[in-house]
Every structure is written in C-alpha cells, then in structure tokens.
C-alpha cells in the first residue's frame, strides 16, 4: 500500500469527520474523528486499491485549476481559496477538495532511477518485549506498590487521588514513587 494512498485516505476521514460532526453529543472533535479516519484506512485496505475520486470531483478540479490560472492573470497575484470558490459558485471545503484532486499525488519514489525511500518503522517486537519485562518487574513488588504503581501510570490518577485510595499523604506517594521508578529503570537497564 503505497503511503500517499493512505495519507489520502486519513484525510478523506477527516473531511467526513468535519462535515457530520455535532456538538450537541458533547464528545471532543478527535474522540469523534479517529475512528471515522480510521474507518476510511480501512476501507482502503478492504477495497485494496488508491482512493477514487469521482469524475465530478476531477473536472470541478480542472475548473478550479483554470479559475485560478485567470485569477493569476488578471490579479498578478496568487488566488486564495475563497476567490477560487466565489467563481466556481461552490463552499471554500468544496474548492479546496477540487483542487486537491487535481493535483499529481506526491510518491515515495525518490531519485533517477525511481529507487524507493525507506521510512524507518520501529519493530512492534522490541515494544512488545520491553512491556513483557516491565509486567515482569512490576510483578516483583509488593502489592501496595503494585497498586501504586497501577493508580500513578495505567489508570491516570494524580499523586493526591493515589494518596487518598491507599492511605497515604501525597508526599508519601510522591517519595515511593521516585524510589519505585528508580528500582524498575535499574532493573530494566540490568
């Protein structure tokens, strides 16, 4: 799968996302919007192939590519989105999609000779080992510890809320977990 077709695909979702978003659900913007771009990842990669774009969509981008060469030409000056669209008749949204579909994607194939260009990936495996160990370090405290530890960096709670739930004073909690992090980092290292 080639990167820009994805690329295309993450902003096709984010479009859809900002077109049928609604407030009134009283949800964040980005806990709406994942998924929906997610969603369109996903249906590149079921359809296994580039995202299309309709026939409409490709000739309002021509419009909008001549548009703009006769606003250049009159004006001496680069158009902007808002002139490009009041001479089409369509949103700025719709003019900026137009445009954009009328541009030659951008490839990963670099050189002369159309050799690739690596984009380095961090292996999954390193990550997934490093965690193993970590359980496994985490799994060698005592159970207040294990417990802190759990409340402090898997479950988000502050210093106080930690303190509250285990009978601790915040300084407390605050002291144990240096000492704590200072034991699992020697142990990971060692």
């Known amino acids: 799968m080639e990167y820009d077709d994805l690329f295309q695909a993450g902003c096709v979702g984010l479009i859809k996302a900002a077109e049928n978003f609604d407030v009134s659900r009283g949800v964040k913007f980005s806990t709406y919007a994942v998924p929906v771009i997610l969603g369109e990842v996903r249906r590149l990669f079921r359809e296994g192939g580039t995202v299309k774009i309709s026939r409409g969509m490709r000739e309002l981008g021509k419009k909008a590519q001549e548009e703009a060469e006769n606003l250049r030409k009159e004006t001496g000056t680069s158009p902007g989105l808002v002139q490009i669209a009041g001479r089409l008749g369509v949103s700025v949204e719709k003019a900026a999609l137009a445009l954009g579909s009328s541009r030659t994607p951008l490839s990963l194939t670099g050189g002369e000779e159309g050799e690739t260009i690596d ?45 509250a739930l285990l009978g601790m004073t915040q300084v407390q909690v605050s002291r144990r977990e240096k000492k704590l992090l200072l034991y699992m980092r020697k142990e990971f290292e060692g």
């Open 119 to 163: 984009i380095p990936v961090e292996a999954p495996e390193e990550a997934m080992t490093e965690r193993i160990t970590l359980y496994g370090i985490i799994r060698t405290l005592e159970k207040r510890d294990q417990e802190l530890i759990l409340y402090r960096y898997f479950q988000g709670k502050t210093q106080v809320e930690t303190a």
